[in-house]
Nanobody
Framework: VQLVESGGGLVRPGGSLRLSCAAS????????MSWYRQAPGKERELVAS????????DYADSVKGRFTISRDNAKNMVLLQMNSLNHEDTAVYYC?????????WGQGTQVTVFS
């Protein structure tokens, strides 16, 4: 199982970024996927989740209306579109799946919102 994130970077407040997670080593279309983030000095928190078919999504209150999670089961990818970014969104963002009763994490991608 491998999860590889990309798309992080530096952005001004109010800006946008799109994160991607490329998955391999498992039947991607059978598993729910999530994005987590961890800010310096804070615990890792759930940002957004999407069911295996993409038919249902869920978001942390702090990102509702600004972030959108989606997936492309043909390409084994999950995306996180992040709009109206603010300083509180600065964190390392991780792609996550629970596959075969094991927690699987990507290496993370840094998102920094700076003035």
């Amino acid at each position: 199982v491998q999860l590889v994130e990309s798309g992080g970077g530096l952005v001004r407040p109010g800006g946008s970024l799109r994160l991607s997670c490329a998955a391999s080593g498992f039947t991607f279309s059978s598993y729910a996927m999530s994005w987590y983030r961890q800010a310096p000095g804070k615990e890792r928190e759930l940002v957004a989740s999407i069911t295996s078919t993409g038919g249902s999504t869920d978001y942390a209150d702090s990102v509702k209306g600004r972030f959108t999670i989606s997936r492309d089961n043909a390409k084994n990818m999950v995306l996180l579109q992040m709009n109206s970014l603010n300083h509180e969104d600065t964190a390392v963002y991780y792609c996550y799946a629970r596959v075969r009763d094991l927690n699987r994490w990507g290496q993370g991608t840094q998102v920094t919102v700076f003035s």
